[in-house]
């Protein structure tokens, strides 16, 4: 057998659950969120990640709930 491995690499997912709550008017909305990160490069990038899927989940929510 004759080969040539040319590369490899490898990818990490780091999976974050989080319990997140909105004010969308006068309601309060709790919910628990799974994010996926991939090959985060550091903690700010996670936090990052959680904070861009908060603000995309409350757009959401207003659109949802007309506020």
């Known amino acids: 057998m004759e080969y ?4 490899r ?3 990490t997912i780091i999976k974050t659950l ?4 909105f ?5 309060i909305i709790v919910e628990n969120i799974e994010i996926s990160h991939f090959n985060p490069k550091d903690e700010a990038e996670i ?3 959680i904070e861009n899927r908060y603000n995309s989940r409350e757009r959401e929510l207003n659109e949802q709930y007309g506020s």
């Open 4 to 7: 040539t491995e040319l590369s």
């Open 9 to 11: 690499r490898t990818e």
């Open 47 to 49: 936090t990052l990640g």
């Open 18 to 21: 989080v319990e997140m709550t």
């Open 23 to 27: 004010i969308i008017g006068e309601q």
